[in-house]
Protein backbone atom coordinates (compact mmCIF):
# COMPACT_ATOMS: atom_id res chain seq x y z
CA UNK A 1 0.00 0.00 0.00
CA UNK A 2 1.11 3.52 -0.73
CA UNK A 3 0.82 6.44 2.23
CA UNK A 4 -0.53 9.26 0.70
CA UNK A 5 1.65 12.69 0.30
CA UNK A 6 1.18 14.85 3.42
CA UNK A 7 -1.39 17.67 2.97
CA UNK A 8 -0.17 21.12 2.33
CA UNK A 9 -1.09 23.33 4.91
CA UNK A 10 -2.84 26.68 3.34
CA UNK A 11 -2.59 29.75 5.51
CA UNK A 12 -6.09 31.64 4.84
CA UNK A 13 -8.00 34.90 5.20
CA UNK A 14 -11.39 35.83 3.46
CA UNK A 15 -11.78 38.45 2.24
CA UNK A 16 -15.43 38.64 3.42
CA UNK A 17 -15.71 37.63 6.98
CA UNK A 18 -11.76 38.68 7.85
CA UNK A 19 -11.47 34.64 9.23
CA UNK A 20 -7.79 34.25 9.62
CA UNK A 21 -6.90 30.72 9.73
CA UNK A 22 -4.58 27.70 8.95
CA UNK A 23 -5.94 24.28 6.46
CA UNK A 24 -4.62 21.33 5.71
CA UNK A 25 -5.73 19.92 2.11
CA UNK A 26 -4.15 17.81 -1.02
CA UNK A 27 -6.03 20.87 -2.88
CA UNK A 28 -5.72 24.38 -2.72
CA UNK A 29 -9.02 25.54 -0.57
CA UNK A 30 -12.00 27.48 -2.32
CA UNK A 31 -13.63 28.44 0.38
CA UNK A 32 -13.76 29.67 3.63
CA UNK A 33 -14.59 27.19 6.63
CA UNK A 34 -16.11 29.88 8.38
CA UNK A 35 -18.66 31.52 6.38
CA UNK A 36 -18.15 29.77 2.85
CA UNK A 37 -17.50 32.69 0.67
CA UNK A 38 -15.22 31.91 -2.46
CA UNK A 39 -13.20 35.48 -1.86
CA UNK A 40 -10.63 34.16 0.42
CA UNK A 41 -6.23 34.22 -0.48
CA UNK A 42 -4.93 31.06 -0.18
CA UNK A 43 -0.98 30.51 -0.11
CA UNK A 44 1.73 28.18 2.15
CA UNK A 45 3.38 31.38 2.56
CA UNK A 46 0.55 34.28 2.64
CA UNK A 47 1.57 35.26 6.29
CA UNK A 48 5.34 35.27 5.47
CA UNK A 49 5.85 37.03 2.45
CA UNK A 50 6.71 41.21 3.50
CA UNK A 51 6.85 43.04 -0.39
CA UNK A 52 3.89 44.17 -1.28
CA UNK A 53 2.62 46.62 -4.82
CA UNK A 54 -0.68 48.48 -4.50
CA UNK A 55 -1.90 50.11 -7.63
CA UNK A 56 -5.13 51.79 -7.77
CA UNK A 57 -7.45 50.43 -10.44
CA UNK A 58 -8.30 52.51 -13.54
CA UNK A 59 -7.08 55.31 -11.31
CA UNK A 60 -8.23 58.43 -13.31
CA UNK A 61 -11.49 56.73 -14.74
CA UNK A 62 -12.25 55.67 -11.25
CA UNK A 63 -12.22 58.63 -9.48
CA UNK A 64 -14.35 60.39 -12.20
CA UNK A 65 -17.32 57.60 -11.77
CA UNK A 66 -16.63 58.06 -7.77
CA UNK A 67 -17.73 61.83 -8.42
CA UNK A 68 -20.70 60.85 -10.86
CA UNK A 69 -22.70 57.49 -10.44
CA UNK A 70 -24.38 57.67 -13.70
CA UNK A 71 -20.97 56.95 -15.06
CA UNK A 72 -20.37 53.36 -13.09
CA UNK A 73 -21.91 51.14 -16.30
CA UNK A 74 -20.46 53.44 -18.82
CA UNK A 75 -17.61 53.27 -21.00
CA UNK A 76 -14.87 55.70 -19.82
CA UNK A 77 -11.69 57.13 -20.92
CA UNK A 78 -9.89 60.25 -19.27
CA UNK A 79 -8.11 62.47 -21.76
CA UNK A 80 -8.23 62.25 -25.56
CA UNK A 81 -10.36 65.16 -26.84
CA UNK A 82 -9.87 65.23 -30.49
CA UNK A 83 -6.47 65.14 -31.01
CA UNK A 84 -5.06 63.62 -27.59
CA UNK A 85 -4.34 60.07 -26.72
CA UNK A 86 -6.37 58.01 -23.53
CA UNK A 87 -4.63 58.74 -20.25
CA UNK A 88 -6.88 56.13 -18.75
CA UNK A 89 -9.79 53.36 -19.31
CA UNK A 90 -12.57 51.72 -17.22
CA UNK A 91 -13.08 48.18 -17.19
CA UNK A 92 -15.98 48.56 -19.42
CA UNK A 93 -14.16 50.89 -22.03
CA UNK A 94 -11.57 47.75 -22.02
CA UNK A 95 -13.65 45.34 -23.41
CA UNK A 96 -13.81 47.28 -26.11
CA UNK A 97 -10.16 46.73 -26.92
CA UNK A 98 -9.49 50.62 -25.33
CA UNK A 99 -6.28 50.91 -23.46
CA UNK A 100 -3.90 53.96 -22.03
CA UNK A 101 -1.80 55.81 -24.83
CA UNK A 102 -4.46 55.22 -27.54
CA UNK A 103 -4.88 57.76 -29.52
CA UNK A 104 -8.67 58.95 -28.60
CA UNK A 105 -10.11 59.17 -32.43
CA UNK A 106 -9.43 55.14 -32.32
CA UNK A 107 -10.94 54.74 -28.73
CA UNK A 108 -13.94 56.38 -30.28
CA UNK A 109 -14.21 54.20 -32.92
CA UNK A 110 -13.99 50.94 -31.23
CA UNK A 111 -16.38 52.35 -28.90
CA UNK A 112 -18.94 54.96 -30.41
CA UNK A 113 -20.50 55.77 -27.14
CA UNK A 114 -17.50 55.99 -24.78
CA UNK A 115 -17.55 58.95 -22.56
CA UNK A 116 -14.81 61.15 -22.75
CA UNK A 117 -13.89 63.29 -19.89
CA UNK A 118 -11.20 65.86 -19.44
CA UNK A 119 -8.39 65.23 -17.05
CA UNK A 120 -8.57 66.79 -13.54
CA UNK A 121 -4.61 66.52 -12.43
CA UNK A 122 -5.02 68.31 -9.49
CA UNK A 123 -7.79 66.06 -7.86
CA UNK A 124 -5.72 63.56 -8.72
CA UNK A 125 -3.12 64.30 -7.28
CA UNK A 126 -5.05 65.01 -4.23
CA UNK A 127 -6.17 61.80 -4.31
CA UNK A 128 -2.98 60.05 -5.11
CA UNK A 129 -1.60 61.46 -1.94
CA UNK A 130 -4.29 60.73 0.30
CA UNK A 131 -3.88 57.23 -0.72
CA UNK A 132 0.19 57.31 -0.13
CA UNK A 133 -0.91 58.17 3.48
CA UNK A 134 -2.94 55.43 3.91
CA UNK A 135 0.01 53.13 2.42
CA UNK A 136 2.72 55.19 5.38
CA UNK A 137 0.03 54.66 8.15
CA UNK A 138 1.53 50.59 7.73
CA UNK A 139 4.96 51.35 7.17
CA UNK A 140 7.36 54.29 6.38
CA UNK A 141 9.23 51.86 3.84
CA UNK A 142 7.32 52.90 0.88
CA UNK A 143 8.47 53.66 -2.33
CA UNK A 144 6.07 55.54 -4.85
CA UNK A 145 6.51 54.65 -9.08
CA UNK A 146 4.11 56.77 -9.93
CA UNK A 147 0.95 58.81 -8.69
CA UNK A 148 -1.21 55.91 -8.49
CA UNK A 149 1.24 52.95 -7.55
CA UNK A 150 3.89 52.07 -4.74
CA UNK A 151 6.29 49.42 -3.35
CA UNK A 152 5.69 48.57 0.73
CA UNK A 153 8.36 46.80 2.43
CA UNK A 154 6.07 45.50 5.91
CA UNK A 155 9.02 43.06 7.03
CA UNK A 156 9.46 43.35 11.14
CA UNK A 157 6.35 45.23 10.94
CA UNK A 158 3.93 42.76 12.30
CA UNK A 159 4.90 43.38 15.52
CA UNK A 160 4.15 46.64 16.20
CA UNK A 161 0.49 45.88 13.90
CA UNK A 162 -0.20 42.64 15.85
CA UNK A 163 -0.96 41.21 12.79
CA UNK A 164 0.51 39.69 9.40
CA UNK A 165 1.49 41.81 6.27
CA UNK A 166 -1.95 40.37 4.46
CA UNK A 167 -4.42 40.87 7.15
CA UNK A 168 -2.75 44.30 6.95
CA UNK A 169 -3.20 44.90 3.58
CA UNK A 170 -6.35 44.26 3.45
CA UNK A 171 -7.28 46.33 5.72
CA UNK A 172 -6.14 49.09 3.41
CA UNK A 173 -7.54 47.92 0.65
CA UNK A 174 -11.31 47.90 2.89
CA UNK A 175 -10.37 51.22 4.02
CA UNK A 176 -9.34 52.93 0.72
CA UNK A 177 -12.56 51.26 -0.79
CA UNK A 178 -14.83 52.70 2.37
CA UNK A 179 -12.53 56.36 2.70
CA UNK A 180 -12.11 57.34 -0.52
CA UNK A 181 -14.19 55.96 -2.98
CA UNK A 182 -11.76 54.10 -5.55
CA UNK A 183 -10.43 50.30 -5.41
CA UNK A 184 -6.92 48.87 -5.43
CA UNK A 185 -5.52 45.81 -6.46
CA UNK A 186 -2.53 44.30 -4.37
CA UNK A 187 0.13 41.89 -4.82
CA UNK A 188 2.54 40.49 -2.08
CA UNK A 189 5.19 38.68 -2.83
CA UNK A 190 8.77 38.07 -1.42
CA UNK A 191 10.71 40.65 -3.91
CA UNK A 192 8.95 44.10 -5.91
CA UNK A 193 9.22 42.12 -9.61
CA UNK A 194 7.11 39.60 -8.26
CA UNK A 195 4.62 41.49 -6.07
CA UNK A 196 4.11 44.31 -9.26
CA UNK A 197 3.48 41.09 -11.52
CA UNK A 198 0.77 39.92 -8.58
CA UNK A 199 -1.13 43.13 -8.31
CA UNK A 200 -2.15 42.94 -11.86
CA UNK A 201 -3.50 39.04 -11.83
CA UNK A 202 -6.80 39.38 -10.13
CA UNK A 203 -7.86 43.02 -11.11
CA UNK A 204 -9.84 44.90 -10.55
CA UNK A 205 -10.05 45.24 -6.51
CA UNK A 206 -7.76 42.37 -6.53
CA UNK A 207 -4.90 40.22 -4.20
CA UNK A 208 -2.51 38.20 -5.13
CA UNK A 209 0.53 36.37 -3.15
CA UNK A 210 3.47 34.60 -5.32
CA UNK A 211 6.09 33.09 -3.07
CA UNK A 212 9.94 32.71 -4.30
CA UNK A 213 9.51 28.96 -3.83
CA UNK A 214 6.72 28.82 -6.40
CA UNK A 215 8.06 32.14 -8.42
CA UNK A 216 10.13 29.98 -11.35
CA UNK A 217 7.82 27.54 -12.17
CA UNK A 218 4.76 30.12 -12.05
CA UNK A 219 7.07 32.07 -14.55
CA UNK A 220 8.12 29.47 -17.09
CA UNK A 221 4.65 29.52 -19.18
CA UNK A 222 4.82 33.37 -18.76
CA UNK A 223 5.00 35.64 -21.47
CA UNK A 224 8.28 37.82 -21.17
CA UNK A 225 6.60 40.92 -21.72
CA UNK A 226 5.09 40.40 -18.27
CA UNK A 227 8.53 41.03 -16.30
CA UNK A 228 8.77 44.41 -14.38
CA UNK A 229 12.26 45.46 -16.02
CA UNK A 230 12.01 44.88 -19.64
CA UNK A 231 10.85 47.00 -22.31
CA UNK A 232 8.67 46.18 -25.45
CA UNK A 233 11.13 46.93 -27.70
CA UNK A 234 13.35 44.46 -25.86
CA UNK A 235 10.39 42.16 -26.09
CA UNK A 236 9.93 42.52 -29.85
CA UNK A 237 13.85 41.49 -30.36
CA UNK A 238 13.60 38.82 -28.40
CA UNK A 239 10.60 37.03 -29.71
CA UNK A 240 12.63 37.62 -33.21
CA UNK A 241 15.16 35.24 -31.75
CA UNK A 242 12.46 32.53 -30.56
CA UNK A 243 12.40 33.67 -27.49
CA UNK A 244 8.72 33.94 -26.07
CA UNK A 245 8.31 32.89 -22.34
CA UNK A 246 10.17 33.46 -19.02
CA UNK A 247 11.12 29.76 -18.99
CA UNK A 248 13.41 30.54 -22.69
CA UNK A 249 14.35 33.47 -21.60
CA UNK A 250 15.93 32.12 -18.24
CA UNK A 251 17.84 29.42 -20.45
CA UNK A 252 18.83 31.61 -23.42
CA UNK A 253 22.32 31.90 -24.14
CA UNK A 254 23.91 35.00 -22.23
CA UNK A 255 26.01 36.70 -25.04
CA UNK A 256 23.21 35.97 -27.80
CA UNK A 257 20.91 38.23 -25.53
CA UNK A 258 23.51 40.22 -24.49
CA UNK A 259 23.64 42.09 -27.62
CA UNK A 260 19.64 43.46 -27.22
CA UNK A 261 19.95 43.46 -22.83
CA UNK A 262 23.21 45.36 -22.61
CA UNK A 263 24.42 45.11 -19.40
CA UNK A 264 20.98 44.56 -17.63
CA UNK A 265 21.20 40.69 -19.49
CA UNK A 266 22.12 39.11 -15.83
CA UNK A 267 19.20 40.88 -14.49
CA UNK A 268 16.84 40.34 -16.68
CA UNK A 269 17.69 36.35 -16.59
CA UNK A 270 16.70 36.64 -12.77
CA UNK A 271 14.21 38.09 -12.81
CA UNK A 272 12.44 35.70 -15.28
CA UNK A 273 13.27 33.14 -12.64
CA UNK A 274 11.89 35.26 -9.90
CA UNK A 275 14.94 36.66 -8.66
CA UNK A 276 14.94 40.11 -7.95
CA UNK A 277 17.32 41.67 -5.91
CA UNK A 278 15.95 45.38 -5.80
CA UNK A 279 15.30 46.79 -2.39
CA UNK A 280 11.83 49.12 -1.42
CA UNK A 281 13.73 52.63 -1.59
CA UNK A 282 11.02 55.44 -0.04
CA UNK A 283 13.66 58.18 -0.79
CA UNK A 284 14.17 57.64 -4.56
CA UNK A 285 14.42 61.19 -5.97
CA UNK A 286 12.04 62.48 -8.35
CA UNK A 287 14.06 63.02 -11.65
CA UNK A 288 11.94 65.59 -13.31
CA UNK A 289 8.36 67.33 -13.49
CA UNK A 290 6.70 68.28 -16.83
CA UNK A 291 3.27 69.29 -17.99
CA UNK A 292 2.09 69.08 -21.57
CA UNK A 293 -0.64 69.94 -24.13
CA UNK A 294 -1.89 68.67 -27.55
CA UNK A 295 -4.05 71.21 -29.59
CA UNK A 296 -7.01 70.83 -31.04
CA UNK A 297 -5.38 72.32 -34.33
CA UNK A 298 -1.71 72.36 -35.57
CA UNK A 299 0.20 76.25 -34.33
CA UNK A 300 2.24 77.68 -36.10
CA UNK A 301 2.20 81.07 -35.15
CA UNK A 302 4.84 82.16 -32.46
CA UNK A 303 2.52 84.04 -30.12
CA UNK A 304 -0.08 81.83 -29.64
CA UNK A 305 2.80 78.81 -28.88
CA UNK A 306 4.32 81.30 -26.35
CA UNK A 307 1.20 81.83 -24.94
CA UNK A 308 0.44 78.31 -24.80
CA UNK A 309 4.13 77.71 -23.03
CA UNK A 310 3.56 80.24 -20.46
CA UNK A 311 0.37 78.47 -19.07
CA UNK A 312 2.44 75.29 -19.26
CA UNK A 313 5.23 77.31 -17.27
CA UNK A 314 3.04 78.51 -14.54
CA UNK A 315 1.53 74.83 -13.46
CA UNK A 316 4.87 73.25 -13.78
CA UNK A 317 6.05 76.38 -11.40
CA UNK A 318 3.42 76.09 -8.76
CA UNK A 319 4.00 71.94 -8.38
CA UNK A 320 7.86 73.06 -8.29
CA UNK A 321 7.18 75.26 -5.49
CA UNK A 322 4.79 72.74 -3.84
CA UNK A 323 7.27 70.03 -3.08
CA UNK A 324 10.05 73.05 -2.76
CA UNK A 325 12.21 72.07 -5.36
CA UNK A 326 14.38 74.03 -7.56
CA UNK A 327 16.09 73.05 -11.26
CA UNK A 328 18.69 73.52 -13.16
CA UNK A 329 17.69 71.75 -16.66
CA UNK A 330 14.77 73.09 -18.47
CA UNK A 331 13.47 70.70 -21.55
CA UNK A 332 11.41 71.84 -24.36
CA UNK A 333 8.85 69.23 -26.17
CA UNK A 334 7.40 70.04 -29.53
CA UNK A 335 5.60 67.53 -31.70
CA UNK A 336 5.33 68.54 -35.17
CA UNK A 337 1.99 67.72 -37.50
CA UNK A 338 3.46 64.96 -39.05
CA UNK A 339 4.69 63.24 -35.48
CA UNK A 340 8.06 64.13 -34.96
CA UNK A 341 9.09 64.61 -31.60
CA UNK A 342 11.81 67.77 -31.03
CA UNK A 343 13.14 68.18 -27.40
CA UNK A 344 15.58 71.11 -27.08
CA UNK A 345 17.21 72.06 -23.54
CA UNK A 346 19.54 74.25 -21.80
CA UNK A 347 21.44 73.57 -18.77
CA UNK A 348 22.02 76.26 -16.09
CA UNK A 349 24.48 76.62 -12.84
CA UNK A 350 21.77 78.09 -10.52
CA UNK A 351 19.13 75.95 -9.57
CA UNK A 352 15.29 78.04 -10.21
CA UNK A 353 11.72 77.22 -9.53
CA UNK A 354 10.14 80.31 -10.65
CA UNK A 355 7.37 81.37 -13.27
CA UNK A 356 9.12 83.75 -15.28
CA UNK A 357 13.06 81.87 -14.87
CA UNK A 358 11.97 78.79 -16.61
CA UNK A 359 9.41 80.95 -18.75
CA UNK A 360 12.27 82.93 -20.44
CA UNK A 361 14.57 80.20 -21.07
CA UNK A 362 11.51 78.04 -22.46
CA UNK A 363 10.96 80.90 -24.57
CA UNK A 364 14.24 81.30 -26.14
CA UNK A 365 14.26 77.28 -26.84
CA UNK A 366 10.93 78.05 -28.54
CA UNK A 367 12.30 80.73 -30.64
CA UNK A 368 14.73 79.24 -32.51
CA UNK A 369 12.14 75.95 -33.43
CA UNK A 370 9.10 78.36 -34.03
CA UNK A 371 11.87 80.44 -36.89
CA UNK A 372 11.55 77.22 -38.82
CA UNK A 373 7.78 77.92 -39.99
CA UNK A 374 6.89 74.08 -38.95
CA UNK A 375 3.58 73.42 -37.72
CA UNK A 376 2.89 71.64 -33.93
CA UNK A 377 0.34 69.61 -32.29
CA UNK A 378 1.98 69.16 -28.73
CA UNK A 379 3.98 71.56 -26.40
CA UNK A 380 5.31 70.46 -23.56
CA UNK A 381 8.02 71.91 -21.10
CA UNK A 382 10.10 70.18 -18.25
CA UNK A 383 12.85 70.55 -15.66
CA UNK A 384 15.02 68.62 -13.67
CA UNK A 385 18.86 68.45 -12.10
CA UNK A 386 16.43 68.77 -9.26
CA UNK A 387 17.88 70.92 -5.79
CA UNK A 388 15.88 71.28 -2.29
CA UNK A 389 17.48 75.32 -2.22
CA UNK A 390 17.62 78.82 -4.65
CA UNK A 391 21.47 79.27 -5.15
CA UNK A 392 20.51 82.52 -6.60
CA UNK A 393 19.62 83.87 -3.05
CA UNK A 394 22.21 81.84 -1.09
CA UNK A 395 24.97 81.52 -2.66
CA UNK A 396 25.06 84.70 -4.92
CA UNK A 397 24.36 88.07 -4.45
CA UNK A 398 21.02 88.64 -6.00
CA UNK A 399 20.37 91.32 -7.94
CA UNK A 400 17.88 93.89 -7.34
CA UNK A 401 16.22 92.90 -10.70
CA UNK A 402 15.67 89.46 -9.48
CA UNK A 403 14.68 90.46 -5.71
CA UNK A 404 12.21 92.50 -7.52
CA UNK A 405 10.77 89.32 -9.70
CA UNK A 406 10.78 87.02 -7.09
CA UNK A 407 8.63 89.70 -4.83
CA UNK A 408 6.38 90.00 -7.53
CA UNK A 409 5.68 86.19 -8.56
CA UNK A 410 5.41 85.31 -4.69
CA UNK A 411 2.38 88.23 -4.26
CA UNK A 412 0.98 87.00 -7.24
CA UNK A 413 1.05 83.08 -5.58
CA UNK A 414 -0.21 84.16 -2.58
CA UNK A 415 -3.34 86.05 -4.61
CA UNK A 416 -4.31 83.00 -6.76
CA UNK A 417 -4.11 80.84 -3.56
CA UNK A 418 -6.24 82.78 -1.59
CA UNK A 419 -8.38 84.05 -4.37
CA UNK A 420 -8.50 81.82 -6.60
CA UNK A 421 -6.02 80.85 -9.61
CA UNK A 422 -8.26 82.57 -12.47
CA UNK A 423 -8.14 86.01 -10.42
CA UNK A 424 -5.06 86.94 -11.88
CA UNK A 425 -3.50 86.74 -15.49
CA UNK A 426 -1.21 87.69 -17.66
CA UNK A 427 -2.08 89.52 -21.04
CA UNK A 428 -0.79 86.80 -23.24
CA UNK A 429 -3.07 84.06 -20.28
CA UNK A 430 -6.01 87.05 -20.93
CA UNK A 431 -5.85 86.81 -24.72
CA UNK A 432 -5.64 83.33 -25.05
CA UNK A 433 -8.52 82.07 -22.80
CA UNK A 434 -10.77 84.84 -24.64
CA UNK A 435 -9.34 83.39 -27.77
CA UNK A 436 -10.61 79.74 -26.92
CA UNK A 437 -13.83 81.18 -25.43
CA UNK A 438 -14.48 82.35 -28.85
CA UNK A 439 -13.73 78.97 -30.44
CA UNK A 440 -15.74 76.70 -28.32
CA UNK A 441 -19.01 79.42 -28.53
CA UNK A 442 -17.70 79.33 -32.53
CA UNK A 443 -17.98 75.58 -32.24
CA UNK A 444 -21.07 75.55 -30.35
CA UNK A 445 -23.39 77.27 -33.48
CA UNK A 446 -22.21 74.79 -35.80
Not at 13 to 34: A, D, Q
Not at 122 to 130: D, K, M, N, Q, T
Not at 137 to 144: C, E, Y
Not at 253 to 275: C, H, P
Amino acid sequence: MIASSSPTVYQILCRECGMVGHVGSNMKPEFCPICNAADIISHSNLFDLTIAHIDCDAFYASIEKRDNPKLEDKPVIVGGGERGVVAAACYVARKYGIHSAMPAWQAKKLCPDVVIIRPRMSLYREVGRAVREKMLSLTPMVQPISIDEAFLDLDGTQKLHQASPAQMLHHLQKEIMAEIGISVSIGLASNKSLAKMASNQKKPHGFFAISSFEAESWLAPKPISILFGIGRSSVSKLNGLGIFTCSELSKADKFTISKILGNQTEKIKELARGIDRRPVAPNRETKSLSTETTFRQDISNFTLLEAELEALTIKLSDRLKSVRLYGTKVTLKLKSSSHQTITRSLTIKSPINMTYEIFEIGRKLLQKEAGKKASYRLLGIAISGFSDRDDNQILNFPSDEYLKQKKLENAVDKLRKTMGKDMLKTGRQFTRDRRQRLKRDSFAKR
